[in-house]
């Protein structure tokens, strides 16, 4: 006698209800949190949050003073926030202070001291690392050490040989004395330390000489570390104060961390318009770090740096 075949669909709700009711079940677990780690967790997230407020309140704190009017600025009344928005700060820095020129030599001699910084440290970081001459620990050494000399002891030295180059007062000034930097190379050398030498014995045989190893081998490797070196190179070059003030003494060839000075009166100070240029001037920077942010990490961490 011939017994009838089970519906499909019901030897699929069959296997389906045995899958997920049966001894043998392989429905997933859902994993539980300890409680606490979950109070571990919660606690570095709102520590995260007041650390992050706390830091981005000057920011913001600078951006309302650059906005507001002047009665809300010299008001007795704390406000976070402006009465009205105005850029009449604005109008005072461009229109009563050479700002655009300012700016402009800002841009200048932060972009050639970049290039000849970064130029020279991918340089001497190479040869640090991969190339083999006597005396480089030793030369290596006393490189690093220089960083242990206070800035402010070298200003002494630096005056008087732009002096004698016949330099003083002019761009060159300021750009000579920072065309080097220890931790530049320190930062160059560890990064390209960790490039594997079977890649540069591999460019020997084919015949690569030592320029062609560092421009097509060495070079395109060290996107991160570039970054890195302009970033900082950047950051501490445009906001130079002391030796852009002891090199320059036409006020047309001034940097804006001069012209903020400027803005401070014999008698008092404009401090809308102060927060105003501040603002003007520290925007290329926060601009230029979110850009290259995924490179600046990078760098760092394959250099060694923590």
């Given at each position: 006698?011939?017994?009838?075949?089970?519906?499909?669909?019901?030897?699929?709700?069959?296997?389906?209800?045995?899958?997920?009711?049966?001894?043998?079940?392989?429905?997933?677990?859902?994993?539980?949190?300890?409680?606490?780690?979950?109070?571990?967790?919660?606690?570095?997230?709102?520590?995260?949050?007041?650390?992050?407020?706390?830091?981005?309140?000057?920011?913001?704190?600078?951006v309302t003073l650059a906005f507001s009017p002047?009665?809300?600025?010299?008001?007795r009344e704390l406000r976070i926030w402006p009465?009205?928005?105005?850029?009449?700060?604005?109008?005072?820095?461009?229109?009563?202070?050479?700002?655009?020129?300012?700016?402009?030599?800002?841009?200048?001699?932060?972009?050639?001291?970049?290039?000849?910084?970064?130029?020279?440290?991918?340089?001497?970081?190479?040869?640090?690392?991969?190339?083999?001459?006597?005396?480089?620990?030793?030369?290596?050494?006393?490189?690093?050490?220089?960083?242990?000399?206070?800035?402010?002891?070298?200003?002494?030295?630096?005056?008087?040989?732009?002096?004698?180059?016949?330099?003083?007062?002019?761009?060159?000034?300021?750009?000579?004395?920072?065309?080097?930097?220890?931790?530049?190379?320190?930062?160059?050398?560890?990064?390209?330390?960790?490039?594997?030498?079977?890649?540069?014995?591999?460019?020997?045989?084919?015949g690569a000489g030592t320029v062609r190893i560092?421009?097509?081998?060495?070079?395109?490797?060290?996107?991160?570390?570039?970054?890195?070196?302009?970033?900082?190179?950047?950051?501490?070059?445009?906001?130079?104060?002391?030796?852009?003030?002891?090199?320059?003494?036409?006020?047309?060839?001034?940097?804006?961390?001069?012209?903020?000075?400027?803005?401070?009166?014999?008698?008092?100070?404009?401090?809308?318009?102060?927060?105003?240029?501040?603002?003007?001037?520290?925007?290329?920077?926060?601009?230029?770090?979110?850009?290259?942010?995924?490179?600046?990490?990078?760098?760092?961490?394959?250099?060694?740096?923590?």
């Amino acid at each position: 006698m011939a017994h009838p075949l089970p519906h499909s669909g019901d030897g699929a709700s069959t296997r389906t209800a045995g899958l997920s009711t049966g001894p043998g079940s392989f429905a997933p677990r859902v994993k539980r949190v300890p409680p606490a780690q979950r109070v571990s967790a919660i606690a570095r997230l709102v520590t995260a949050v007041v650390v992050g407020l706390v830091m981005m309140f000057p920011l913001y704190w600078m951006v309302t003073l650059a906005f507001s009017p002047n009665a809300d600025v010299f008001s007795r009344e704390l406000r976070i926030w402006p009465s009205s928005w105005t850029l009449d700060n604005f109008r005072t820095v461009f229109g009563s202070f050479p700002t655009a020129t300012w700016f402009g030599n800002s841009v200048v001699i932060t972009a050639i001291v970049t290039v000849l910084t970064v130029t020279g440290n991918l340089l001497a970081g190479y040869a640090f690392a991969k190339l083999d001459f006597r005396g480089k620990g030793a030369i290596f050494l006393l490189v690093l050490s220089t960083m242990m000399i206070p800035v402010q002891v070298l200003m002494v030295a630096q005056f008087r040989l732009v002096t004698e180059l016949g330099i003083y007062g002019t761009f060159w000034a300021v750009i000579f004395p920072s065309a080097a930097s220890a931790f530049g190379i320190f930062l160059a050398r560890q990064f390209i330390i960790a490039i594997p030498d079977e890649l540069i014995e591999a460019a020997k045989v084919d015949g690569a000489g030592t320029v062609r190893i560092f421009l097509q081998i060495v070079l395109p490797l060290c996107k991160p570390l570039i970054a890195v070196l302009v970033l900082l190179t950047v950051m501490y070059q445009w906001n130079d104060f002391a030796w852009p003030l002891i090199a320059l003494k036409d006020s047309r060839l001034f940097t804006l961390p001069i012209g903020l000075l400027y803005l401070r009166g014999q008698y008092g100070a404009d401090y809308g318009a102060i927060m105003a240029l501040a603002l003007v001037s520290i925007t290329p920077i926060i601009i230029m770090f979110l850009a290259f942010q995924k490179y600046f990490v990078q760098g760092l961490a394959r250099s060694g740096i923590r």
